[in-house]
């Protein structure tokens, strides 16, 4: 039996897309862990209050606590350290590009992304081409209303990647839930950030930053392959 992966956005979806690294595996887990403290401090809340309520009659008279005010302190700072220091870890973890074998540059414009595959280069010509949304009136059966787009960028899985994003006129941000990235293309800047794929699958993002009208109009497609298949695209797109 095969399993059913929800790799883009659904209406009304209430969790996350499936993760597709080990990135958004420990967001989701980091995730989990804190809803967990969240829903034990409102355990206690709600204890109190209720308790408050059904003996509001009684008077008590209490002028010092000192075990009481130990408590109190040290149980949140407890909680925020359990909570601040996985999340620290993590940031850090994700900002570390591990030996990139593939480089990928992501430019983004008004209202379309350009992906260029610098590693190869022929004659002084990289492999680089443009992405389009795919307009309502040229979908085809299966095709995703306002993800689906004209040319995907391609990947391999299990491959270190770097992808170096920059911007050619206005602010953008690349965006892609189920693959833990989210990194701002900046005009004149360029921002890094790494990929490890684990599986095949075709990933959906959108654009993430106020970038004009048609900033809603602006998706990310990308096929996760096998590199074999991966160096099937390359070879296609030297000819």
Same mark, same amino acid.
């Given at each position: ?40 401090? =409102? ?41 601040? =220091? ?54 085809? =059966? ?52 790494? =990929? ?44």
């Amino acid at each position: 039996m095969s399993r059913i992966y929800a790799d883009y956005a659904e209406a009304w979806a209430t969790g996350f897309q499936d993760p597709a690294c080990d990135w958004m595996y420990a967001i989701i887990d980091l995730h989990d862990r804190i809803i967990f403290y969240l829903l034990i401090i =409102l355990t206690v809340v709600l204890w109190f209050l209720v308790s408050s309520m059904l003996n509001k009659d009684h008077m008590a008279h209490l002028h010092h606590g000192n075990a009481l005010e130990i408590f109190w302190t040290v149980t949140p700072a407890a909680i925020l350290w359990a909570i601040g =220091l996985p999340s620290l870890r993590l940031l850090y973890m994700m900002d570390e590009i591990l030996d990139p074998e593939l480089s990928v540059k992501v430019m983004g414009n008004q209202w379309y992304w350009n992906f260029e595959y610098s590693d190869y280069v022929d004659n002084g010509v990289s492999i680089a081409f443009d992405s389009f949304m795919v307009g309502d009136n040229d979908l085809e =059966l299966g095709d995703l209303r306002v993800l689906s787009v004209d040319s995907y960028l391609v990947l391999p899985i299990n491959t270190s990647i770097r992808l170096l994003i920059s911007s050619n006129d206005v602010i953008h941000s690349f965006a892609m839930p189920s693959l833990a990235l989210k990194a701002d293309a900046i005009p004149g800047r360029l921002n890094s950030t790494g =990929l490890i794929i684990n599986r095949p699958s075709t990933f959906y993002g959108q654009c993430s930053e106020l970038c004009g009208v048609l900033h809603g109009f602006m998706p990310i497609g990308l096929h996760a392959v096998t590199i074999p298949s991966y160096l099937n695209f390359i070879e296609s797109h030297r000819d």
